[in-house]
């Protein structure tokens, strides 16, 4: 099992963070598919109050990452990826507990995301973490039409 800590996601990261991108979400035209994020895209998003960044790092190097983005009581978890040599270790699901922990801190308790329809391998990561689907996105993906399923996670909450 590979060592690794999980940190929150700096410019340092972002060439590496750009690169999974790359590969975890290249397909079909990628000229015209937004599912991609370049380098720029996520220096606004770790400049931005109200989102969470986070990486797996083995050494210096960059072998997960996740992000999300919250509002009021609320997160939308914007992407979830972990370089392709390293998969399968648990990182993801890693990654994703320590978002959960930041949240509870932040006092989140709804959670949302979408996933290709055909993404078997996070659908059962996201419901092992108890999401629930909640929806369809018809066509929702630009590149080859495909559904994106609207998952979601409701963490308790005290009625005051």
């Excluded at 220096?43 to 009021?72: F, H, P, W």
């Excluded at 990826?81 to 308790?109: S, W």
Aim: proline share 1%; hydrophobic share 35%.
């Amino acid at each position: 099992m590979i060592q690794y800590s999980i940190e929150p996601m700096q410019e340092r990261h972002l060439p590496q963070v750009a690169a999974i991108e790359r590969a975890s979400f290249g397909r079909g035209d990628k000229s015209r598919s937004y599912e991609i994020w370049s380098e720029q895209s996520y220096r606004d998003e770790v400049a931005k109050d109200n989102s969470v960044c986070l990486v797996a790092l083995s050494g210096d190097q960059v072998i997960g990452y996740c992000s999300m983005y919250t509002c009021v009581d609320e997160g939308h978890i914007t992407k979830v990826a972990v370089e392709e040599n390293y998969r399968g270790q648990g990182i993801a699901g890693r990654l994703m507990d320590r978002m959960f922990e930041m949240g509870a801190d932040m006092g989140l308790q709804f959670y949302e995301l979408e996933v290709r329809r055909s993404n078997d391998a996070a659908i059962g990561l996201y419901t092992g973490r108890g999401f629930q689907l909640a929806g369809i996105r018809k066509k929702y993906y630009t590149d080859n039409g495909e559904d994106a399923m609207i998952y979601t996670r409701q963490d308790s909450f005290e009625a005051k």
